[in-house]
């Protein structure tokens, strides 16, 4: 402006003038508290994140922990279960094939022994 801020010509000058410099005040100010605002925001963000990140690494030792304790559960249950019908017959199949082994082992020795008694007559 050409005219002396000290003296402005009319009131309505001086408050033309009075406002435009409250306005770039506010103005600098607001973009001050927008960029604190806006840092403010970024370190909650970044907080949030390493917060979130602590939380997945505990969620992820929870789940191998409990996994952990299942198969201990399971495995105390499985050896303390009753025998199931399958079981009970494959233990039948197995018997009976130990008895058919063994009667053939108990034919080849009486076969031995007798080709042996005969021999020392």
Known sequence: ???DRGK????SEAVREAVQRTV???VGSAQLTRERAQETVDEIVRGAEARAGAV????????????????????????????TAEDVRE???DVRAI???LARIERKLTA????????SH
């Open 56 to 83: 997945r690494r505990s969620v992820r030792s929870a789940e191998a922990g409990a996994g952990a304790v299942r198969d201990r559960v399971l495995g105390a249950l499985d050896e303390r279960r009753p025998a």
């Open 24 to 26: 770039q005040t506010t």
């Open 91 to 93: 233990l039948h199949r």
């Open 112 to 119: 031995l022994e007798e080709g042996g008694s005969r021999s």
């Open 8 to 11: 402005p010509q009319n009131v």
């Open 1 to 3: 402006m050409a005219e």
């Open 99 to 101: 008895a058919r082994r």
